[in-house]
């Protein structure tokens, strides 16, 4: 089955949240913000802002209900800055008018008397200083000194890796609506329901149950939209005061200049192996680039560091990880939340021992390649590792040794051209590291009618989840697909719900959807067979939208059995609750099993470089991915591919770059420069390799 | 007062004519299909159809709304999502669902429309061509695989029921491509309140050509200022062959240089060429003297047109014309030959005859991208082979669009990979790159050098390096 949402989006009827129809006279908001990357504020001057035509009012710090403070795992965020400027782009006030329009007029007006102060940009020099969020993280396993003086190879060496604009093709923006009661509807573009649900609540000052979230649809998140609430905040403090609708929708320059990215990070790396070319030790030191504020970088450093291994058994290992504060605009989660950073380093590291040593760098891969029996690095042991499967399923559609021996030949045979190719191994711990986030509850209800509507914490942001839920609903009580309508994500009917997020989406909420549907099933089932007559329940089951006894189906079909157990006053609605079991992480030892399960993958990638350009295509790339039993093979194709082509982007064209002031140097040049505003590359179609095989793997 | 037709509806817009028709049709219209994503022409999630009524019937182009002026667009028939698949799916809308080449969904109403408009233009229905329909159409989700598989298969399915038929809208229309209204539209223009025929900007109009880079830089200002828009001259629209040179008018587009059948007659590979230069959304609308009058000391259409020893004609203020070599047109950075009211109405463009000639460019991205380098070449050889002419460009690496001269000394010469490696060591020499975001000043002399060696060895080997 393929995403529902897809007849919407061909014909344009889907809505976003800037599509909304709005009763009243919506308001527009603008943000002024922070132009210097660090300093303090002497003054602020709102006045002329305020007085601009079709401006209805300016907010600072001094107009918040609540708490100022917008910090996702630390209090170290405030929604408008008080004194202290710690980024270029860090929000100082907000200008409300009747137009967005107006409302950008009158935010240039606004002045700022400010102090400047020297600011960080190396994250290096962070971390000498101490400016660190959190605290470092070290893991030890084995003993790599020891180690080391036993391996017949040891290579070790420095790395960066870049940051990356995430390019949502829908900016950050949310609609507030005002409710009577002082309550507030928030309908906002956003992945983490229950996060931005209290930090809206905490910012106005008002309880939770006066704050109802919503959200439809999100185009595109990637990670973006989990944990910097300013932009669903800053508009929902406006509609609060100002008691008319109010609607925040950053442009594309704003958005680039202001949100976060994927962390650049640094690292420190040194690998030793056996003449036998077994990796015997690894150490790692991360440096992630967090920016201001601690956002929700720690978590994804977090991943860095348990991923640290990679896809590979590494018997003595010492990783060590900090998160550096530094005057860019805080960084936040970006699609495999820090895996591809954790992945990168040990990658790099085998690849320049393979160089060292004379070998071919996919033999040596494949040869310290997890197996069943291994232990990761904080003690879990991985159970049904699929690497070597994955490698072996690669090898068997591609030949690997063959398209090895071809490459060289033609290498050989060309001096204008010549061709390259990777072989890559993934693996992917599935779950939250944070234990508690690993809960999910789905609500649904059966009308009279016979359809049936779905809530879940879940967020559709392309990737289909809305569509597994359905899927799951749908099998679970034996009825049509089209019977079933998964609703809104909102806070109302399914609160503290963790972020859409980490590859948990439809494993969490499609369980507790599952729970809930069996009980509604069992309750069904139980009436259907004192309803017919039968005395043995257990055979009585529902399929194919109709009642069956021992498999023959009854005259009873779905609706009438929705109708006739609705009258017999049969409760038809079911709230259900799923925390992934067994979950644990000691922080106080880096030990525990914080992941459920693994994905895995292998991937070969073929490059062929002009030489006399200097420039390069690539070519192919070949993908295996564990998928196990797939609940839509469309989606997770779609899943997969449109993955290995943003890693592609992170890895090749797309760069962020920073001024030595540190503005976000894109968003710059496409103000001031007149000739390069065509400096925001990102992969478009002729760019992409033509082919991209994609074979998924079952159980 | 503008009025137009979009979708099927009469409208008549109190808006000035510099706003953009992007805010026309999602504020005022709501229709809110047509999505906002980068208000630059970068990104194609505001793709429209723009049909412009003209003597051989109405002629649609794929165009990026939030760039395009509604002033522009007077007369014409504009086309958003939701004039498609009004009673059920189009083929187009059909195959991105079948092929599930959507995810977020914000970026696909303007694939949708850039793949109908590629219908709507493309005259062989070309897998090829689908795919430069579609290179304006930044997608997040999908990585395009499944675009890709959609494009293909419209262009399968349609090559044997529309290509070759002469009427493409009624052929589309039978094929499901279209909604029947789209028959009535051309009597409906005609109807309409007439299209202006726009004589000679007034004093204080600014003149906008396709104002694909205008309205990227100043779109506040021009919302309020009074245009005029050269896609009015249709004196200007033309491409012409003389006895030694096409002549192409100062209103063609980029897309219509392109793809002019006297264009590729005498320069074959002006198509592919200019597929580096933007986006179909952009080429569609932009305007060959635009991209010379923008005076970029990188601009692709330039550097060509330099180098093939392109002529302009200026039309002044009084009407009287004067002719001037391309080469000797630009006086400073982002300075030329040009003063205030003159108007360049034509490019003369001298035969290539049995001239060879090579375009390279390199940028980040690989298309639709500002080159850090630039450079053509234009090789006329004797027949014993030797070189009897030699022009080469160079953009990217001074102030001004370059025609590198002193390469006189290699007439005679054998055109051949040592006098390449000769001469790219004389154009480097005589180039003054600066450190910029799209490379250091050593990098841009080392890749110009390599760049007319890839001249010589595609010239000399007759193909073209990957």
Redesign the interface.
């Given at each position: 089955m393929?995403?529902v949402?897809?007849?919407?989006?061909?014909?344009?009827?889907?809505?976003?949240v800037?599509?909304i129809?709005v009763h009243g006279d919506c308001l527009h908001a603008v943000l002024f913000t922070s132009p210097v990357a660090r300093g303090k504020i002497r003054s602020l001057d709102t006045g002329r802002a305020a007085a601009a035509p079709g401006v209805v009012a300016v907010f600072t710090h001094r107009d918040v209900p609540g708490l100022n403070q917008v910090g996702h795992i630390f209090k170290d965020q405030p929604l408008f800055a008080v004194e202290s400027l710690e980024y270029i782009g860090q929000p100082i006030a907000l200008v409300v008018a009747q137009t967005r329009?107006a409302a950008q007029r009158a935010a240039r007006l606004i002045t700022v008397d400010l102090e400047k102060l020297d600011a960080v940009f190396d994250p290096r020099e962070a971390a000498a200083r101490g400016m660190i969020h959190g605290q470092k993280r070290v893991l030890t396993s084995g003993d790599t000194t020891a180690a080391f003086d036993r391996c017949a190879h040891v290579v070790q060496g420095k790395l960066s890796s870049g940051p990356q604009e995430h390019?949502?093709?829908?900016?950050q923006r949310a609609l507030a609506l005002p409710g009577e009661h002082d309550t507030i509807k928030v309908c906002a573009s956003a992945q983490a329901p229950g996060a931005f649900h209290r930090h809206l609540a905490e910012v106005l000052g008002i309880p939770q149950h006066k704050v109802e979230l919503d959200i439809r649809?999100?185009?595109?998140g990637?990670g973006g939209k989990e944990s910097t609430a300013v932009w669903i905040v800053a508009p929902a403090l406006a509609a609060f005061l100002l008691k008319r609708p109010v609607k925040l929708v950053l442009?594309?320059n704003e958005d680039i200049a202001t949100t976060g990215k994927r962390h650049a990070y640094q690292y420190d790396y040194k690998i030793g192996l056996d003449a036998g070319g077994n990796i015997l030790a690894y150490e790692v030191d991360l440096y992630q680039h967090a920016g201001a504020c601690a956002d929700i970088s720690p978590a994804v450093l977090g991943r860095s560091f348990l991923h640290a291994s990679g896809s590979y058994r590494i018997p003595n290992i010492r990783v060590t990880a900090v998160s550096c504060r530094t005057n860019i605009p805080p960084n936040n989660a970006f699609r495999g939340f820090g895996v591809p950073q954790g992945t990168f380093a040990i990658e790099s590291a085998l690849t320049h021992a393979a160089e060292s040593m004379g070998v071919d760098a996919a033999t040596l891969k494949q040869r310290n390649l997890l197996q069943d029996g291994d232990s990761l690095p904080y003690g879990a042991r991985p159970e049904k590792v699929n690497a070597l499967r994955c490698w072996a399923a690669l090898d068997e559609q591609v030949d690997l040794a063959k398209r090895h021996r071809e490459v060289a030949d033609y290498n050989q045979a060309h001096g204008?051209?010549k061709r390259g190719l990777a072989v890559l191994p993934v693996c992917f711990g599935i779950s939250f590291a944070q234990t508690a986030l690993n809960q999910a509850s789905a609500l649904v209800h059966i009308y009279v009618d016979g359809s049936v509507a779905v809530s879940t914490g879940a967020v559709e942001?392309?990737?289909?989840v809305n569509t597994k839920i359905q899927i799951v609903a749908a099998r679970t009580l034996g009825v049509g697909v089209d019977r079933v309508r998964v609703d809104t994500t909102n806070t109302s009917r399914i609160p503290n719900a963790s972020p859409t997020s980490a590859s948990t989406g439809a494993d969490l909420n499609g369980m507790a959807t599952k729970f809930a549907c069996e009980e509604l099933r069992s309750r069904l089932t139980k009436f259907a067979a004192a309803h017919l007559g039968c005395e043995h329940p257990d055979r009585v089951e529902l399929r194919d939208e109709a009642v069956t006894i021992e498999g023959r189906r009854t005259d009873l079909g779905w609706q009438k059995l929705v109708a006739a157990a609705q009258w017999a006053r049969i409760d038809l609605s079911s709230h259900a609750f799923y925390a992934t079991p067994a979950l644990d992480l000691d922080p106080s030892t880096e030990r525990g099993r914080p992941f459920a399960y693994y994905s895995y993958g292998t991937s070969l990638t073929t490059v062929?470089l002009?030489v006399?350009?200097?420039?390069y295509?690539i070519e192919a790339i070949d993908v295996v991915h564990d998928v196990g039993q797939t609940l839509s093979e469309?989606?997770d194709?779609?899943q997969v591919?449109?993955?290995?082509?943003?890693g592609m982007g992170w890895a090749t064209?797309e760069?962020s770059?920073y001024a030595p002031d540190g503005r976000v140097?894109t968003a710059v040049?496409?103000h001031a420069l007149?000739?390069?505003?065509?400096?925001?590359?990102?992969?478009?179609?002729?760019?992409?390799p033509?082919q991209?095989f994609?074979y998924l793997h079952g159980p | 007062m503008p009025s137009l037709i979009i979708n099927d509806q009469d409208v008549r817009t109190e808006a000035p004519p510099g706003e953009v028709l992007l805010d026309l049709i999602r504020e005022e219209r709501r229709l809110t299909g047509t999505k906002e994503a980068c208000r630059e022409g970068e990104c194609g999630a505001c793709t429209v159809l723009v049909g412009t009524p003209g003597p051989t019937g109405v002629t649609y182009r794929a165009c990026a709304s939030c760039l395009l002026p509604i002033g522009d667009v007077e007369g014409c028939h504009v086309v958003t999502v939701e004039g498609l698949g009004v009673e059920s799916l189009t083929v187009v809308q059909r195959l991105i669902v079948e092929h599930s080449a959507s995810q977020c969904g914000f970026c696909t109403p303007g694939i949708v429309l850039s793949l109908t408009g590629f219908c709507l233009a493309s005259e062989t229905l070309c897998h090829e061509d689908a795919l430069d329909a579609l290179d304006g159409n930044i997608c997040r989700c999908t990585g395009y695989a499944p675009i890709r598989a959609a494009a293909r298969g419209l262009s399968e399915d349609l090559r044997g029921r529309v290509a070759g038929k002469p009427k493409r809208v009624e052929a589309l229309v039978e094929a499901g491509v279209l909604p029947r209204y789209f028959l009535d539209i051309p009597g409906r223009l005609r109807s309409l309140a007439t299209r202006p025929a726009a004589g000679r900007p007034g004093k204080d109009e600014v003149l906008v050509a396709g104002g694909t880079d205008l309205f990227v830089q100043k779109p506040e200002e021009l919302r309020e200022a009074p245009l005029a828009f050269l896609s009015r001259r249709r004196d200007l629209d033309y491409v012409t062959t003389h006895a030694d040179s096409v002549r192409v008018g100062g209103a063609v587009t980029i897309e219509e240089f392109r793809t002019s059948p006297e264009v590729l007659r005498h320069f074959p590979t002006m198509k592919s060429d200019l597929v580096l230069h933007s986006s179909a959304i952009l080429r569609n609308k932009a305007t060959l003297t635009g991209n010379i009058v923008n005076a970029s000391p990188v601009g692709d259409a330039t550097i060509i047109l330099l180098a093939l020893g392109a002529r302009l004609v200026i039309e002044g203020v009084d009407g009287a014309v004067r002719e001037t070599p391309l080469s000797g047109f630009f006086t400073g950075y982002k300075k030329m030959a040009l003063s205030c009211g003159e108007l360049v109405r034509e490019i003369v463009i001298p035969f290539l005859g049995s001239a060879l000639f090579n375009f390279e460019k390199v940028s980040n991205r690989v298309t639709l991208d500002i080159a850090a380098v630039n450079t053509a070449l234009r090789l006329q050889t004797a027949p014993d082979g030797a070189i009897a002419d030699l022009r080469v460009s160079a953009g990217g690496v001074a102030p001004v669009p370059l025609l590198i001269g002193g390469l006189e000394r290699y007439h005679g010469r054998k055109a051949d990979e040592a006098t390449g490696a000769a001469v790219a060591q004389v154009v480097a020499e005589a180039v003054t790159p600066i450190d910029d975001i799209r490379g250091s000043a050593v990098y841009k002399r080392l890749l110009l050098g390599q760049l007319v060696k890839a001249h010589f060895a595609v010239i000399t080997d007759g193909r073209a390096l990957r």
């Open positions: 393929k995403n949402d897809l007849t919407l989006h061909v014909r344009g009827l889907s809505q976003f800037d599509d129809p329009r390019f949502y093709f829908e900016t649809r999100l185009g595109g990637f442009g594309r204008d051209t942001m392309g990737q289909g062929l002009d006399t350009r200097g420039t295509t469309a989606i194709r779609g591919e449109g993955a290995v082509i943003q064209i760069q770059r140097l040049l496409l007149r000739a390069v505003r065509k400096d925001r590359p990102l992969p478009s179609l002729p760019l992409t033509e991209v994609m | -």
